[in-house]
């Protein structure tokens, strides 16, 4: 028994302050379903009241955070052997790893519950228990350095040609901008990091690309359960990056962002990590960019998961605080633009569907999740969906064109470049 | 108790299944049977059943389907809402079947006129409220929590934060549509109308509802509800909840012309019941509760941390809130009513010695918490403090018998404190319809452990179900041990029960053991 | 020993009786049920006698039907398969008037005369129907779910708690009145079946010896308020803004026939004139406050009810058709029973045959063309028709009745509207009326539209009846 002042308080520590035991986490799950939906407070519309896509689209419990609890627990006890389930690597791979879960789990618990996620992952990798579907994504990614299938890595610095930008593999700079898998072999998106870089360089700040010689973040793989991955790139990245003298890492994709940010420093990264818009924001607040044109347009904001929500670092108590207002606030200054906002949001947006390695092993499930995004964007009324995650883009601009809808795909920076 | 997965009856029973709804919707597999076992209530040495088959109806016909295979194989099956309370509903008997509501999830009308809405099962309090908001009502929200389903709470539970004006969830229900356990649709009140729709519950005659539920439901007993009419009532407020901030720490404010709240403490329990008396006779306000200080961080605080610091080591809700009444006035006519509320409030306060809160209290707690009466409650935060919690000795009758209730109920906490945690004798007076009778409740933190979990079962349920029995409180938890054993103190009701459960459920497949254990009679009687 | 002998062995010799001119008062009442004579009446002073006589009737399988209002309009009380009726009247307490807990405790043969007037001393009422027969149960009034002229959410649902004497004889208590240990014994869902499967019930499931029903504070000053309305169209949504406003306490809609009979003290010449003169339809509204503040109450109110009158341009007026001190006569009625010789339904014939349903406000007005071509393709004036529209829970629903009337001594009338009734119900019925207490030809009407609720009734009956000894042949048993 443990008493206060003849008070009887929980015997287990862990009660009385949170620290991460993934036992103590499944075990207390407490079947709510908080994590199935929407903050209860933030429900505004009874068709878009959910926030775990995995829940919503294969609906049996077993697919949602509390059935991974669940699952967790089993394995954990030794109640549930690999060979037990079918399912099993189904269940825990059918997931986006968006952490909407884990966000509003928050609101009503101390818990991580994505991290129990994604420390399954990694064990089920260990232990040899490989999803059929991400086998062929990982020996890709190892043969060309990139999490974009079909794309060999030699076409890694197309996007820039003719951009005339400093080369990190020859030169040295304070800033290096990492363009990601996505943007650098996404022809059709390569617009967004040649206006990122366009931005850079109107604000006169000193960087550098690595071009060709760009390499995956590792991020994506980590969160499919190759930790190996990520710690292969994150010292090839962080060896690059100090041989070119660089201090501050900038990017305009959202998973590398959060790799970059909350994955690499415990590998040794001492780098500053930004994401675009939050140096467009800086930029904007210091005076140092200034919009001359006017962009008539109705636009409505999606959070990426790892721009938002899961740039985070967990300390019970404290708000989910992720990258909402940056990219707001840049909005709401572009001359002409209306932002609407969608019924869910910040740390309780809808996923685009694209992460978790879904977008590969799952192509269903990744199309269902960004049409239901699109589906929601619609209902706005506004003439462009704006995001900050190239991810994000791709996976609505197939929906888009899947269901032949007018709605326009724009990168904040594509946004901010057409006011400039 | 292991199941016999995989024998011939079971691969029967899963092809019969599959050929009804389909292989998406249909599973037997392990590792998917694991997420349908327990949920904080569920000790962990009673059974930890598992399911042999979890499927998705999508229609009331597919419901009925199951249920006729139910009967003709039979095999035992159970409904899930949200699952918040699994453990009425999980699996105890072999061949157990799960039938999740998931694809049950619309809201088919909200008939904002007249003042009711058409819901199935997978609809949430919040989706619901959210539409409802859209017309300017609003649906009365229970301790579980807006992310519970709202038809199951209906049928179930549903003390409803806004009861004193929308009542106990039982009065909340119209038309319901029901399918029985031999798979047969019963439509009650207005559905006995083929011409009329769901807009009234009575009857005809003699009223259904009456085998619905009492203070808690059937769980399934005697039957699948698959559609229900549940009342509306007027909302004065905005067409959305306002809020601000970013998960935890979140408030939300109502516009303070249309919505004030007042807490006052009183020097003993007793003058803060009979304030709500006056208050009730008063008819003024829309929301108005007696909580006890170990409530107010279920649900405010952020973390754990934040909890045990408030509660324990600074005694910060025992010195402010204890004996606290808490009102929140609605302007629903207009300005002036509000201003005609206030004026016979701050009457009431004076002449019955009540204290307002200080306002460095009310502004700690007010904006991030009371208006969870309206949209949230708190069930789903009730869990955070030690994993667990213990629901003791809820009675509705009088406010003369809540106060005795919880003389009578507090020494059964405090023989098992610990394990149970320190809560400062909690005493949670609810009112109903501007006080004819009200709850009375005891929740009480607990530690999810074995040891707990054992005394809770083992000790205070025993203790509190043999209390009830024996002072004749048809309190909750006597409400939900099966009727055979508690029958015998309540006429025999147990019997007249039995009788109805073996005309409605003649091979016993809907949620065995659970509401009346019609084996165990049937040993008894042999 | 024959049964009267046996009964009075129970009850008393002077309580039972079997004389063919009592027996003939019983076998009948105002409604179109076919009577049937029953073969002896006892009068319990107890639940103990009940308990003897229902246990004894059980063992023989004699028909037990229980009286406890002095007039039966609907046919409920006439013993349609023979046997005792049980008259219940000398059952007349009030057991307990709570105030603090707002409800009160009566036995079945306190009368709607008795407990206004007892309760009224202690500031207390229960809401009651539009001015019921004096001699009418209080407690069946409850069980039958009669409408409230006060809509208020809170006030619904009166009925809470009872004691009854089931077939066997044994008792059997409803919601926390199962617990001997609770000492209000007054909400009505504690164990299942819960109290409301037997209300409605007519006496099938159970005899009931007492009842917990909901009582509320008097208030201390009213304001009565008439708006009058040439077209039954024009109601709805004034009624539905007032009612969504939460104003006003008792508000319920009389046509001109009904409100002269009403009114009328000389008969037929001022029941004529009142009949011209009055508005088509009258929407009667009481803004009333409790004990604290009251004038302060109904002046906000007041400005709420001209807010709505204004968007709304009708106009709430302190009298209708020029009638001097109109709303203290209304007022003094509203909250009591009939008051007069003649009750007010017979006035104009000596019969009146009403139907009576629940719909929603918004479909009212088609109720009431229909009931009008009804009548007219029966040759039945429609000027004769008395409407009396309540709306109930703030007007989530209404409930409608119709009244026809005919000299009760004129064959032909009697068939006529006998003719009109039936017609009058099917329609209604079929253009989605709900009959929630399907009293005489409305039960088959009712359950042949309702085939599995029927079923499941006849289950409960069986399980608490199973010799269908209680007031058989009425609902579905």
């Known amino acids: 028994m443990v008493m206060e002042g003849g008070k009887v308080l929980p015997k287990d520590p862990w009660h009385r302050k949170y620290y991460w035991d993934m036992r103590k986490v499944v075990w207390n799950c407490s079947r709510c379903s908080v994590c199935k939906w929407v903050d209860s407070w933030e429900v505004k519309s009874a068709r878009f009241a959910k926030i775990c896509p995995s829940s919503l689209y294969y609906l049996f419990d077993a697919y949602s955070c509390q059935g991974r609890m669940d699952v967790s627990l089993a394995l954990i006890d030794g109640k549930l052997k690999y060979e037990d389930s079918p399912a099993l690597l189904d269940i825990f791979y059918k997931c986006n790893m968006c952490g909407g879960c884990d966000a509003m789990c928050k609101r009503v618990q101390d818990m991580e519950p994505l991290r129990v996620i994604q420390e399954i992952r990694t064990r089920l990798v260990g232990d040899g228990q490989l999803l059929p579907a991400n086998v062929p994504v990982i020996d890709h990614l190892r043969q060309e350095d990139n999490m974009v299938m079909t794309k060999p890595k030699a076409e890694r610095g197309k996007w820039a040609k003719g951009l005339r930008v400093k080369d990190l593999t020859q030169r040295k700079a304070d800033i290096v901008f990492h363009a990601g898998c996505r943007l650098s072999l996404d022809e059709e998106l390569w617009k967004v990091a040649r206006a990122a870089v366009t931005i850079l360089k109107a604000a006169g700040v000193d960087f550098g690309i690595m071009g060709k010689d760009e390499t995956c973040c590792g991020g994506r793989a980590y969160e499919m359960g190759y930790y190996g991955e990520l710690t292969k790139y994150a010292q090839n990245n962080i060896e690059a990056w100090t041989n070119a003298g660089v201090k501050t890492v900038v990017t305009a994709c959202s998973d590398g962002y959060y790799t970059f940010k909350h994955l690499y420093p415990e590998l040794g990264s001492k780098f500053e990590v930004l994401h675009i818009v939050e140096f467009i924001d800086r930029l904007i607040k210091e005076g140092k960019l200034k919009f001359t044109k006017t962009v008539p347009m109705s636009v409505t904001y999606h959070d990426p998961c790892h721009l938002g929500r899961r740039d985070h670092v967990y300390v019970p108590g404290e708000a989910i605080m992720g990258l909402y207002d940056p990219p707001r606030d840049i909005i709401k200054s572009i001359p002409g633009v209306e932002l609407i906002e969608m019924y869910r949001i910040k740390e309780y947006a809808w996923c685009c569907g694209a992460g978790g390695g879904v977008i590969d092993a799952y192509p269903d499930f990744n199309r269902f999740t960004a049409a239901e995004r699109i589906e929601e964007a619609k209902e706005t009324g506004a003439e462009a969906i704006v995001t900050a995650c190239p991810w994000c883009e791709r996976n609505f601009i197939d929906a888009i064109n899947e269901r032949g809808d007018k709605m326009k795909v724009l990168d904040i920076v594509e946004l901010v470049q057409q006011a400039l | 108790m292991e199941m016999p997965f995989g024998d011939e009856k079971h691969k029967l029973i899963y092809n019969e299944l599959v050929n009804v709804l389909g292989p998406n919707y249909v599973s037997d597999d392990p590792a998917v049977m694991e997420t349908y076992n327990r949920e904080s209530q569920t000790p962990t040495f009673l059974i930890r059943g598992k399911p042999e088959f979890v499927v998705m109806p999508g229609s009331t016909e597919d419901v009925q389907q199951i249920l006729r295979l139910a009967n003709r194989y039979r095999f035992p099956y159970s409904i899930v809402g949200s699952g918040l309370l699994l453990a009425v509903v999980s699996a105890v008997k072999p061949y157990w079947c799960i039938i999740d509501t998931k694809r049950l999830d619309r809201i088919i009308k909200i008939d904002g006129k007249n003042m009711y809405a058409i819901i199935e099962p997978h609809v949430t309090h919040a989706q619901l409220q959210a539409e409802a908001m859209k017309k300017g009502l609003f649906n009365g929200i229970p301790e579980a929590g807006a992310q519970s389903s709202s038809l199951a709470n209906h049928i179930f539970a549903g003390m409803q934060g806004t009861g004193y004006r929308t009542g106990y969830a039982s009065r909340n229900v119209l038309g319901v549509e029901w399918v029985l356990p031999t798979g047969d649709i019963l439509r009650t009140g207005s559905l006995t109308n083929p011409s009329a729709g769901y807009f009234w519950g009575e009857g005809p005659g003699s009223d259904a509802r009456g085998l619905l539920r009492g203070l808690i439901g059937h769980r399934g007993a005697f039957g699948i509800i698959t559609k229900i009419a549940a009342k509306l009532y007027p909302w004065p407020g905005p067409a959305v909840l306002p809020t601000e901030g970013v998960a935890p720490d979140k408030k939300c404010e109502l516009p303070r012309e249309k919505f004030r709240w ?126 667990g919690y213990y629901i003791s000795d809820m009675a509705i009758d009088s406010l003369d018998d809540c106060e005795r209730n919880f003389e009578s109920g507090w020494p059964i906490l405090d023989k098992y404190t610990p394990p149970l ?106 | 020993m024959a049964m009267k002998e046996e009964l009075a062995g129970m009850v008393g010799a002077e309580y039972v009786t079997d004389d063919r001119e009592t027996l003939e008062k019983y076998s009948r009442d105002y409604s179109f049920v076919q009577p049937r004579m029953p073969s002896c009446v006892a009068y319990p002073k107890n639940t103990a006698e009940i308990q003897a006589v229902v246990k004894y009737a059980n063992e023989r399988l004699i028909p037990v039907t229980p009286r406890s209002s002095g ?104 919601g926390t009145a199962m617990g001997k240990g609770m000492k209000g014994q007054n909400f009505p869902d504690a164990l299942i079946p819960s109290t409301r499967l037997f209300l409605g019930a007519q006496g099938t499931l159970g005899i009931m010896t007492w009842a917990n029903i909901k009582a509320e504070w008097l208030p201390t000053r009213d304001k009565l308020f008439f ?51 009055l508005p088509p339809w ?5 803004l009333s406050g409790l004990h604290r503040l009251p004038e302060e109450k109904i002046a906000y109110e007041e400005e709420a009810l001209m807010e709505v009158a204004s968007e709304l341009h009708f106009e709430p007026l302190r009298t209708v058709a020029g009638i001097p001190g109109l709303d203290s006569t209304i007022l003094r009625m509203l909250r009591k029973p009939w008051q007069g010789d003649s009750y007010w339904k017979f006035r104009y014939q000596g019969a009146c045959h009403e139907v009576f349903f629940y719909t929603t406000l918004d479909n009212v007005a088609g109720f009431a063309r229909a009931m009008n071509e009804v009548a007219a393709e029966n040759g039945y004036p429609t000027k004769d028709i008395g409407v009396y529209l309540q709306p109930v829970e703030r007007a989530r629903v209404c409930f409608c009745q119709f009244g026809f009337y005919c000299d009760p001594n004129d064959a032909k009338e009697v068939s006529r509207v006998h003719n009109l009734y039936l017609e009058a119900s099917e329609w209604a019925m079929s253009m989605g009326g709900l009959f929630a207490t399907p009293y005489g030809p409305w039960a088959d009407m009712v359950y042949s539209r309702a085939a599995t609720y029927t079923a499941v009734m006849k289950v409960v009956k069986n399980a608490f009846d199973p010799n269908n000894i209680l007031n058989p042949g009425k609902l579905c048993f």
């Open chain 2, 262 to 387: 007042y807490l006052f403490t009183y020097p003993t329990l007793h003058r803060a019941i009979e304030a709500i008396r006056e208050i009730g006779k008063a008819e003024i306000g829309g929301i108005m509760h007696h909580w006890p200080p170990v409530y107010y961080p279920w649900w405010w605080a952020k973390s754990k941390e934040e909890y045990w610091r408030t509660w324990t080591t600074e005694e910060y809700w025992q010195r402010n809130v204890k004996n606290c009444v808490a009102i929140c006035l609605w302007g629903y006519t207009s300005e002036k009513q509000m201003e005609y509320e206030e004026k016979v409030l701050k009457q009431i306060i004076k002449e019955t010695g009540g204290k307002l809160i200080p306002d460095e209290v009310y502004q700690r707690w007010v904006p991030y918490a009371a208006n969870n009466w309206v949209r949230d409650t708190n069930g789903n935060r009730m869990a955070r403090p030690a994993g």
């Open chain 2, 421 to 526: 945690l320190h809560s400062d004798h909690p005493a949670w007076v609810a009112p109903y319809d501007f006080a004819h009778y009200a709850l009375a409740e005891m929740d009480v933190p607990r530690e999810k452990d074995d040891e707990s979990d054992l005394i809770a079962v083992g000790g205070i349920l025993h203790d509190v179900i043999t209390k009830s029995a024996e002072s004749q409180l048809p309190a909750f938890l006597l409400s939900t041990s099966p009727y055979d054993r508690s029958g015998p103190a309540f006429a025999n009701i147990h019997l007249l029960v039995a009788k109805l459960k073996k005309a409605l459920d003649p091979y016993n497949v809907a949620n065995p053991t659970r509401f009346i254990n019609m084996e165990r009679m049937g040993k008894a009687e042999a």
């Open chain 3, 71 to 174: 007039t039966s309009f609907y046919g409920a009380g006439i013993p349609s398969q023979g046997g005792i009726i049980l008259d219940l009247s000398r059952m007349n307490r009030i057991l307990e008037i709570d105030g603090r807990n707002k409800k009160v405790k009566v036995e079945p043969g306190v009368t709607w005369a008795q407990v206004e007037d007892e309760l009224e001393k202690q500031g207390l009422m229960v809401c009651n129907p539009l001015l019921p027969h004096p001699s009418k149960s209080v407690l069946t009034s409850a069980m039958e779910r009669e409408p409230l002229l006060i809509p208020k959410s809170e006030y619904s649902e009166t009925f809470l708690t009872t004691e009854l004497v089931l077939a066997s004889g044994d008792l059997f208590w409803t």
């Open chain 3, 227 to 277: 708006i009058p309305f040439e077209r039954i169209e024009d109601i709805a949504e004034p009624i539905y803004r007032i009612q969504r406003r939460m104003l006003g306490n008792e508000c319920f809609v009389l046509n001109s026939f009904n409100l002269a009979a009403i009114l009328a003290e000389k008969w037929p010449e001022e029941f004529d004139s009142l009949r011209e003169t």
């Open chain 3, 282 to 286: 009258t929407i009667i509204l009481c």
